[in-house]
């Protein structure tokens, strides 16, 4: 299992653990693939998170928090992690 870390201490390249919630949610089509984003922000900073080849993902919503595992990459001044595995955390009482 890979280490559980924060978005500002997560090294490039090397497989992680990290929670935050969903700040904002983006489809693009990136050539011919289609590509699903999120950004998922803590206390340290922000990650955005993409799936290649999806529209969206059930359960996935503006404050859920998630966490995911993955290789975070830099991409400029982003971090991004392509493909995570990710868990979806329970709805607090005020979501539903």
């Known amino acids: 299992m ?42 340290t900073g922000r990650l955005t998170l993409v799936w290649l080849g999806r529209y969206s993902i059930h359960g996935i919503a503006p404050g859920r928090r998630l966490t995911v595992e993955g290789r975070v990459v830099k991409h400029g001044d982003l971090r991004l992690m392509y493909n995570p595995r990710y868990e979806l955390h329970p709805r607090s009482a005020d979501e539903h």
């Open 2 to 43: 890979a280490d559980s870390v924060t978005i500002a201490n997560a090294p490039f390249g090397t497989v992680v653990r990290i929670s935050g919630d969903v700040a904002s949610m983006m489809l693009r089509p990136k050539s011919a693939v289609q590509a699903f984003e999120v950004e998922i922000a803590d206390d």
